[in-house]
C-alpha cells in the first residue's frame, strides 16, 4: 500500500471511538477526531475511513459540518463505519457525502454501541471484543 490511512471520526458518547482505534491500530492509521483535530490534506493513494454514531438518525453534526468544508482528490479510496442502537442509518447519508466529494467508497461497517439515549440499557457490553475483531477485519480487507 502507497498511501497513508486516515480513521477520521466523531463519537459522542465514546463507542465509536473504540471502533476508530481499533481500525487505526489494525492498519497504521492516523486517528482524527473531527471535535479535536484539524482535518488531513488527502493526497491521492491515502486510504480513508469515516465514522460515527447514529443520532436521530443521522449522522452527528460535529462531524457533518466537518465534512462539509472539506476538499479530497478524485477516486480516493474510502470506507465508511460506526456504531447504532437501532439501526446504522448514518452510514447510507455518510456514504453519500463523500461520493459527492468524489471518493469511491468500497466498504462499510458497523456494530451495536451502548445506547445512552435509552439510559445505556439497550447495547451493554458494545462494542464487544468480538465486534472489534469484526473491525480490523474490515479494516484489513478496505486497505489490501
Ligand atoms: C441523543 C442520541 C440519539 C440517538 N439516536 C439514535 C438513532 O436514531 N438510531 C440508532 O440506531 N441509535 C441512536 N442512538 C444510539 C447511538 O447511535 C449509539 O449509542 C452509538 O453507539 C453512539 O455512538 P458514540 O458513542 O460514538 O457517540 C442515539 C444515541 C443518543 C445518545
Redesign the pocket.
Known sequence: MAGKVYVV?????????KVAQALAESVGGVLVDVRRDPLPRLEPGDVVFVG???????P?RALRRALSSWDLPQGVKAAVF?????????LPVLERILQAKGAQVVDRFAC???????LGL??RG??SPQDLEAARNFAQRVVR
Open positions: 471520526y466523531a463519537s459522542l458518547t465514546g463507542n465509536t471511538r460515527d454514531g447514529v443520532y436521530g438518525g443521522r452527528s460506526g456504531t447504532y442502537g437501532g439501526r446504522p442509518s448514518q451495536l454501541g451502548r445506547d445512552w439515549f435509552l439497550v447495547g458494545r462494542p
